[in-house]
DNA sequence: CATGAATGAGCATTCATTCAT
DNA sequence: GATGAATGAATGCTCATTCAT
């Protein structure tokens, strides 16, 4: 990666002190990012400091000249992968929708990006074992809160106010509901073939379950009756 | 856990007790539920073999002796949880129960089977990030066949006959959705609770999460109208 | 190996209390055997008591049982293969040859038995390794007093007196010599054949190697001139 | 041995001594001496790699940094005895002196060299026990051709035209007996003095010896008569 | 900042040996 | 005697972290 070249070792003029040979910026975000990916390939403990930076194609020492330790940088990493679905969540844009399809944007949504990101899953269940020990103490990680759980409590609410949804559930509850039928999908899926004896990581199933998915849960919100 | 039990030290009074009480399946035992506690808490790599063999109070080697290897012994601790569950699975009986309470028995289970068995979550977790590599291994995994699943589908069959259920659902996408919604509220209990600012694991919490997931289920099955 | 077949469990009348169900002598020497080929192959430090009692087909209990330790063991099998040799020798009748045809055979005996028994050559090396310890502490040992040397001074002695061996050479010395440009074939036969690229192990190389080792040595002895 | 070497302090008064005069090549030659030592008394197996780092007055960690595994070291202690011969005989410069004093001078010197690096023998010796392995993976070793066997062809062919040889010895075999009859007596030194009860190390046997030795060889090659 | 060297505590695993039955 | 269980002291090797340049 970030590869030894860029030239000028001893350029007449050092202008821009700051800027010397390499780009910090970018020697942390390569750390991050592959810290990010041997975090969730091998958990916390099983991750190595040595791979990461090697990884990143810097040198180890950065890892603590940056992080303090490899716990800082997992830290940072978390931070990450929060930061990257939150910004994403950012740009869901449902209010103009009605209710009905605005949720099943909602629901696409959280089953996609999980779809699309096996190290956030990754990552989560390695923080949930510690008992999101890291969570705790990063302020950063406190003050993310999530817009999207904003989202769907606006949208439940109008959708029970047109009559669409059922007013029984609770927004939290139903943010659980909605997420966990589509994480433990993906955050079991090796164990679940096994079981099932069925490639369910293949396109097909796939597919197949992101319609189960929204149906399943559209169809949960729906109220008790179209009573006459 | 410790293997204290053993009662009967056969003779009223024994001078010089044996150092141990020598019990092989005991020791096993022991090792084995210190095991699936030590790797439940620490992930496999973040395990350390010393530790669970001073947890069941035996001598380190014993591990090598009757398992071969950390792995071993891993493999043999998930083989115990997976059996404890089809165990509980085994003892369930749906067929008499008319469909929906059935249902929602089935859903129940699972989810208080998840609610007092943590160390199923966590070491499901750590095969998911190994890509069910131990799973695949072991022979006696792959024989463990879950009841839980032909119950659902029975299940299911005998409401959509009755006409109480929606037909649109297949059993496995059923039970990953009724797994998912119990499942995912446990696994990342810690991580929501931070989120939600919102102690999730506290008893009432857990009551109320209990009530949504048979509702949330039961009515994400219901058929589409009682048409007339 | 010495299986646990020997039928009769409870004969009527055990006439014979000492013969039990297995052959203590047997298992002693399947014992002996297995450790010489174990030591031999893998040095002390590198044989593993384990394996030479399962080689042995016998308990790992017994080499404690009969051997006290892997070092008492060692030991017996170190004077198996001197008395081996001891046996061998003695079985040489050579005062009825003269002296020139008694030497050839001399030189030929000592290169076929190296020849022969790549095991004793291992056992040498490792046993000078550690400064012949093992040897100093069997008394056995140091009463198997080789026959070799003997007939080996009577031969030179008659061959001096023939005028067909030069009378510089005290026996002590020309043993060494001729053993040593066999043993050093042998002892060697992997690093010489890495040195010269040559496989010296194939059976040509061998058979040219004993033609010389002869010729090599009977002309050493030859004296100086045949002084008219 | 110990590295204590190292003059120069640089500035003369320097406060606070480092801790460690941190010199890498200082380490690794330290480190080879001290494998040299250990695995020619211990064997490789019977060597321990913290005797061999506390004895070079390294840490252990620097083995694995430097050579990757105990069996690394051993290839490069190997290496490195190797190249001590070798280097020594490249000195060698024999085309000046008439034949038979050059021959003479190799088998002293075969000698010579024999007894003043026992850890060479011993570590011959561990290598031909496990059929030089490590000498076939070695590249180095392997393009180590040693002069003497070209030194030695070359005299005795001088020899053989002047002649004073006989012209029945072909080079390899040659060289394998006169390296043999020097290489038995320091290889099985121990042995051979409990056999034959008499202190073979001591200084006397060993001139006497070196003595015999030339004697023996030079004998040996000595044309059939010196015909009229 | 960058780099290789160095450290010390720890880790899975091995092994000769002993114990209990 | 025979067997599996058990022990404790290692043993080769790893790893996060720090140092020196």
């Known amino acids: 990666m970030t590869a030894t070249s860029s030239t000028s070792p001893k350029s007449p003029a050092r202008t821009v002190a700051t800027k010397r040979e390499r780009d910090p910026v970018a020697a942390k975000q390569a750390l991050i990012a592959a810290a990010v990916a041997e975090f969730a390939s091998k958990g916390f403990a099983g991750a190595r400091v040595d791979e990461i930076a090697a990884a990143a194609g810097v040198n180890k020492q950065l890892v603590y000249h940056y992080f303090d330790s490899k716990q800082g940088l997992y830290l940072v990493a978390l931070e990450s992968v929060y930061a990257e679905i939150r910004e994403k969540e950012q740009k869901l844009t449902l209010n103009e929708l009605e209710p009905l399809e605005a949720m099943k944007q ?123």
Do not use: C, W
């Open 106 to 228: 909602l629901v696409a949504f959280s089953f996609d990006y999980l779809a699309e990101h096996p190290e956030f899953i990754a990552l989560l269940a390695d923080e949930n074992r510690s008992h999101g020990a890291n969570l705790h103490e990063s302020e950063r990680l406190q003050k993310m809160h999530s817009p999207f759980i904003e989202m769907l409590e606006a949208t439940l609410e109008r959708g029970v106010a047109a009559g669409v949804f059922r007013p029984d559930f609770d927004a939290i509850n139903l943010y659980i509901s909605i997420a966990g039928i589509s994480y433990f999908f993906f955050s079991n899926n090796h164990t679940l073939s096994a079981i099932f004896g069925k490639a369910l990581d293949a396109r097909g199933a796939l597919l197949q379950r992101r319609r189960h998915v929204i149906e399943f849960a559209i169809n949960a919100l729906r109220p008790d009756k179209d009573v006459a």
